[in-house]
């Protein structure tokens, strides 16, 4: 039972991140992983404001786009 639970919420997490439109460059896309940290840090470990939560993931996002764009730049150099 616990496993099928598992595997819809993934399934479902899933639908989620695909959904979203890229629209700012500045910012990656919510991805499967990210969706389950911040499900994780609102759900089961709310010692945190949410506002905080909030906030260091779309630092964490901003700065996975800002190496994204690097590597980019540099296998283009080569």
Known sequence: R?????????AVLTILAAQQP???PEIIALTVAEIRRLLNAFILAASLPPEHTLH?????RTS???ARRSHYQ???AK
């Open 2 to 10: 616990f496993i099928t639970l598992a595997m819809l919420a993934l």
């Open 22 to 24: 890229d629209t700012d």
């Open 56 to 60: 260091w993931s779309i630092w964490r």
């Open 64 to 66: 996975q786009a800002r």
């Open 74 to 76: 540099r296998r283009q």
